[in-house]
């Protein structure tokens, strides 16, 4: 969906980099969400962000660290990656209602 | 939600037949399931969604059962299509939650 972009599309690191993968939209929205996905399995949530000020924990947030810039801009961080820390991240968005609606996605390569 | 495995559920279905691709949720107070569609490279595309007071749904080629008694959602896709190609995800959430659950995708493959 063009209204959510990530950057970059696929990125390859060294264990022990600092990595930051972005995410803007232009769909108006306040919720903000980033999310994993491994092969064979189904997303998992890292961290989430109902407004500018406001930053939640999903359910695999250790070793991640996010910022939102503004209402349309969610980061997020990798401060020293990790070969397990290989996978596609997906950010997405949703407005009042409970629909999320999903970037592109960026694939991570840590080795 | 699914089960969680390395290796996806699969349907194989002849173009042009209808698709059922079938979902089991846990959480007995979920009151709101969604169906996304991941093609190959994207991410994940809203195709449908219900709320716990309805037990169907139906939109462009596809409809969304539900039924709670079991705990069982289903998507239904009519006259398949190559376009159709993608892994299906299911996804629930309930009103006190602030996050929504997604299930592992079953891989849904088109034979010409």
């Known amino acids: 969906d063009a209204d959510v972009t990530q950057t970059p599309r696929n990125r390859i690191t060294k264990t022990g980099k600092r990595i930051m993968l972005e995410c803007s939209q232009t769909k108006g929205h306040d919720r903000m969400y980033w999310y994993r996905q491994d092969p064979g399995l189904g997303l998992r949530l890292i961290y989430y962000?109902?407004?500018?000020?406001?930053?939640n924990k999903g359910e695999i947030s250790d070793g991640y660290s996010v910022s939102r810039q503004a209402q349309a801009k969610f980061s997020l961080s990798l401060e020293s990656a990790i070969p397990n820390q290989t996978a596609l991240y997906f950010c997405?968005?949703?407005?009042?209602?409970?629909?999320?609606?999903f970037g592109p996605g960026t694939r991570l390569t840590v080795l | 939600g699914e089960s969680v495995g390395l290796h996806l559920p699969t349907l194989s279905v002849q173009e042009g037949d209808n698709s059922i691709i079938n979902c089991a949720y846990s959480n007995s107070a979920s009151d709101y399931f969604i169906w996304y569609k991941q093609e190959s490279g994207k991410g994940p595309q809203f195709i449908i969604d219900i709320r716990s007071n309805m037990d169907k749904r139906q939109g462009q080629r596809v409809t969304v059962l539900l039924n709670k008694t079991v705990k069982h959602l289903s998507l239904q896709i009519a006259a398949t299509q190559p376009g159709d190609s993608a892994v299906y995800f299911c996804?629930?959430?309930?009103?006190?939650?602030?996050?929504?659950?997604f299930g592992s995708g079953t891989r849904l493959s088109i034979r010409p």
């Open positions: 962000s109902f407004d500018v000020k406001d930053i």
């Open positions: 996804a629930e959430k309930d009103s006190s939650a602030s996050k929504i659950i």
């Open positions: 997405a968005t949703s407005g009042q209602g409970d629909t999320q609606y």
